[in-house]
């Protein structure tokens, strides 16, 4: 670190976990802040699955919705200080770049590839951290997140192409690489193991913790029977992997487009679920401990997003279905495409396998409907006006009649088969060699990146001073 640079630091990966352990004088600043400047870097305290009274920010999605026997939970990002939880994963990987020295605010500028979320985060995290930051997206993406990117102080680059065209992320981050090569610095979330780490300890941890809430409420018997996730970076799954430590016959179950099924049979494509589907096999991306692959369609998540942010869907739900008016309205204002995606992935995995009243099934609402303002006149423009009856057909369509097709479990060859479509895009295109490949196919690798956890906590006290 040079002698001009301070490091500005947030909280600890325990502190996102139990935020009631931040100084009481900070957490009450931070909370202040979230309302009156949300641009102040004390916000970087408000990065948790917890509100401000500490309770877990998440709900039993309506039986009437999801028509299984099997409660479907979700925990949802909007509360998050960028709206959605990437937030989180980039912090943590800033961070410890940061105290590592591998990266410096009067040094270096920041790079951070995504396709959506992780690239607001990035925007968000790097300039409250007095880093100039640079985020690289698709050029198809809704123009909701360009705003946000520019909105929070970072320059903006768009690569040809839709959510799926990571190759082109990747070109676009060596060209500027190779122009600057002593300043620029590549956070790429596919591969950087904070992003791992903060989804394995906040997320998974946050969800063991509420699995024991909900059974005192009376949903489940205290443990999760399956987690759902689609892949993006493959940081959100990870949390299945603390689940699984918790509970040996957990599921994990990962989530692509059928428009896009590179883990199901090594296809590709363009597709519109954007954060997921990024036709790669991520390098974060613990595939021999995940128990099955299902794919969703996309158009699916679109009109099941349209039906649940509607006016004229919520008056069919209430009215026709008796799904109860709090619920449409919350799902309203924590529903994004990717999360309606992880919701019929959630519903086809209740039905695959078998689960009934007490096996809780949890999942993730990453964003929220405010970025897919765009996204939703277009579905107007090319499907006309949602009415009473499109609705009806929507909601028992897409959701009540979700399909047992397009799954594949886990079985030995089909987690090789996963782990080994990993060596064309690191080992061939991004410079990782096989004994690092390799060493992915046990899990004590993963469990020591698990462990890194307390190190890095203990080097984020010292940098705060205390």
């Known amino acids: 670190m040079s002698e001009t640079s301070k490091v500005v630091v947030g909280p600890t990966f ?14 009450a600043e931070a909370k202040r802040m979230m309302e009156e400047d949300p641009l102040d870097p004390i916000n970087l305290y408000n990065i948790t699955w917890r509100g401000h009274e500490n309770r877990i920010y998440h709900y039993v999605l309506p039986p009437e919705l999801t028509n299984v026997e099997a409660p479907i939970v979700v925990l949802y990002s909007k509360d998050f200080p960028t709206g ?38 990035g925007a968000w995290v790097g300039c409250r951290m007095d880093f100039d930051s640079v985020v690289i997206l698709p050029e198809e993406m809704s123009t909701e997140r360009f705003e946000l990117v520019r909105s929070y102080g970072a320059r903006l680059i768009l690569t040809p192409g839709c959510e799926s065209n990571v190759k082109e992320i990747y070109d676009k981050t060596k060209e500027l690489k190779a122009q600057d090569p002593e300043r620029v610095r590549i956070l790429n979330q596919f591969e950087v193991m904070g992003n791992y780490r903060f989804h394995y300890h906040v997320t998974g941890g946050t969800i063991v913790e509420m699995a024991e809430k909900l059974q005192q409420q009376g949903v489940g018997r205290g443990k999760v029977a399956a987690y759902v996730s689609a892949m993006g970076s493959a940081g959100t799954i990870a949390a299945g992997d603390r689940l699984k430590q918790e ?3 957990h599921k994990i179950v990962g989530l692509e487009p059928i428009q896009c ?56 739900m209430i009215d026709r279905y008796g799904v109860p008016e709090e619920s449409v309205h919350l799902m309203a204002e924590t529903f994004g495409i990717s999360g309606v995606c992880n ?30 303002g765009s996204v939703m006149q277009q579905m107007t423009e090319s499907y006309g006006a949602m009415d009473e009856v499109e609705a009806a057909v929507r909601l028992v369509s897409v959701f009540h009649n979700q399909k047992l097709d397009w799954i594949e479990e886990g079985m030995r060859r089909t987690r090789n088969q996963w782990h080994n479509l990993k060596y064309y895009t690191w080992v061939e295109q991004q410079g990782k060699t096989i004994e690092e490949l390799d060493a992915q196919r046990h899990q004590d690798y993963w469990e020591a990146q698990q462990s890194r956890v307390a190190e890095i906590d203990q080097r984020i006290h010292e940098a705060r001073g205390n």
């Open 84 to 121: 959605s939880h990437k937030v989180g994963a980039t912090y943590s990987v800033l961070i410890e770049k940061e105290l590592y020295g591998e990266v410096d605010p009067a040094v270096h500028s920041l790079v951070w590839p995504s396709t959506g979320n992780y690239g607001i985060g």
């Open 343 to 372: 919701i019929l992935g959630a519903i086809k995995t209740a039905k695959f396998y078998g689960f009934g009243k007490d096996d809780v099934v949890v999942t993730i609402l990453t964003d929220a409907v405010d970025r897919y």
């Open 247 to 249: 509970w040996p016959d």
């Open 261 to 316: 099924p590179t883990l199901y049979w090594n296809g590709y494509g363009g597709h519109d679920i954007q954060g997921i589907g990024d036709k790669h096999v991520t390098w974060i991306h613990n595939v021999m401990n995940m128990d099955a692959i299902m794919c969703i369609d996309d158009i699916e998540s679109k009109k099941g997003l349209q039906l649940l942010t509607d006016e004229t869907g919520w008056k069919t």
């Open 14 to 27: 325990e502190e996102m976990l139990h935020p009631w352990k931040i100084d009481p004088e900070v957490r």
